[in-house]
T-cell receptor, first 107, second 125 residues
Framework: EIVLTQSPATLSLSPGERATLSCRAS??????LAWYQQKPGQAPRLLIY???SRATGIPARFSGSGSGTEFTLTISSLEPEDFAVYYC?????????FGQGAKVEIK | EEQLVQSGAEVKKPGESLRISCKGT????????IGWVRQMPGKGLELMGV????????RYSPSFQGQVTISADKSINTAYLQWNSLKASDTAMYYC??????????????????WGQGTMITVAS
């Protein structure tokens, strides 16, 4: 089973700042990595799939990059609604697995 | 609007059985894989397994094989997650998800583009 490790666990930033979240895989997942956003009391929402493709309706301030074992989710300028927990997920090997989550909180 | 609507919260005792449901609306339910994801309190996400409602082809993650049963009834656009004997450790939020069909790859991939609202299961004596 592929293990995904996200860092940092918590990112404290102000609205308007740039957020950079990392996800490292225990073995190569090619470009088969997705990112989700989860707000308190809500289901997760798909943001990015296959490392860099934005899902339908996702604002352009969200971008993904990386391949192999190192991936990044960037939020170019944080909006108030972006403070949430973010999960990465690989689909390269069965079973698909998620990272432990990374929280972006208001500083 | 494409939606997955789940059944309501449940409170059960250890050893009891349970089946929760997930109804798809606004899209062709029988042609899209459905999965179940567990989120234990304050924890991350785990895929339990997936089913293709069109022919009930089912795959389980190793950690959940033999622990739960996933099924579907395409005639009523509904998928199910079932336990025969609940444990306290089954206390969690359970989400049904739709697997994403990638037009670029012309295939379904293990990415989850539609999520149900979640069903909270509490198992306590």
């Amino acid at each position: 089973e592929i293990v995904l490790t996200q860092s940092p666990a918590t990112l404290s930033l102000s609205p308007g700042e740039r957020a950079t979240l990392s996800c490292r895989a225990s073995q190569s997942v090619s470009s088969h990595l997705a990112w989700y956003q989860q707000k308190p009391g809500q289901a997760p929402r798909l943001l990015i799939y296959d490392a860099s493709s934005r899902a339908t309706g996702i604002p352009a301030r969200f971008s993904g990059s990386g391949s192999g074992t190192e991936f990044t989710l960037t939020i170019s300028s944080l909006e108030p609604e972006d403070f949430a927990v973010y999960y990465c997920q690989q689909r390269s090997n069965w079973p698909p697995t998620f990272g432990q989550g990374a929280k972006v909180e208001i500083k | 609007e494409e939606q997955l609507v789940q059944s309501g919260a449940e409170v059960k005792k250890p050893g009891e059985s349970l089946r929760i449901s997930c109804k798809g609306t606004g899209y062709r339910f029988s042609s899209n894989w459905i999965g179940w994801v567990r989120q234990m309190p304050g924890k991350g996400l785990e895929l339990m397994g997936v089913i293709y409602p069109g022919d009930s082809d089912t795959r389980y993650s190793p950690s959940f094989q033999g622990q739960v049963t996933i099924s579907a009834d395409k005639s009523i656009n509904t998928a199910y997650l079932q336990w025969n004997s609940l444990k306290a450790s089954d206390t969690a939020m359970y989400y049904c998800v739709r697997l994403f069909y990638s037009p670029m790859l012309a295939t379904t991939i293990y990415v989850f583009d539609v999520w149900g609202q979640g069903t909270m299961i509490t198992v306590a004596s």
